[in-house]
């Protein structure tokens, strides 16, 4: 359905550009914010973004993040 292509398009643009240089932490952002635009809630949307972290430039910074990121999203 519709949220399944946005969240699709979400994880596509991340991976994407997730391995460049000095972009990891405000796209890893926007990423989270695809995906919660997708419908991903609690814990769908850490998943999704612990999974997703793994095509990050530095991988464990993402992951680091992932609480502070849910915690701004509410």
């Known amino acids: 359905g519709m949220?399944?292509?946005r969240k699709d398009a979400a994880i596509n643009g991340w991976?994407?550009?997730?391995q460049g240089s000095g972009v990891g932490h405000i796209e890893f952002?926007?990423?989270a914010?695809?995906?919660k635009g997708a419908g991903l809630v609690g814990a769908d949307?850490?998943?999704a973004l612990c999974d997703e972290a793994a095509y990050a430039r530095d991988p464990a910074e993402r992951l680091r993040e992932i609480a502070r990121i849910m915690k701004k999203l509410g």
Do not use: C, E, T, W
Request: aromatic share 6%.
């Open 3 to 5: 949220s399944g292509s």
């Open 15 to 18: 991976r994407a550009v997730g």
């Open 29 to 31: 952002f926007r990423l």
């Open 33 to 35: 914010v695809g995906l």
């Open 45 to 47: 949307l850490k998943d």
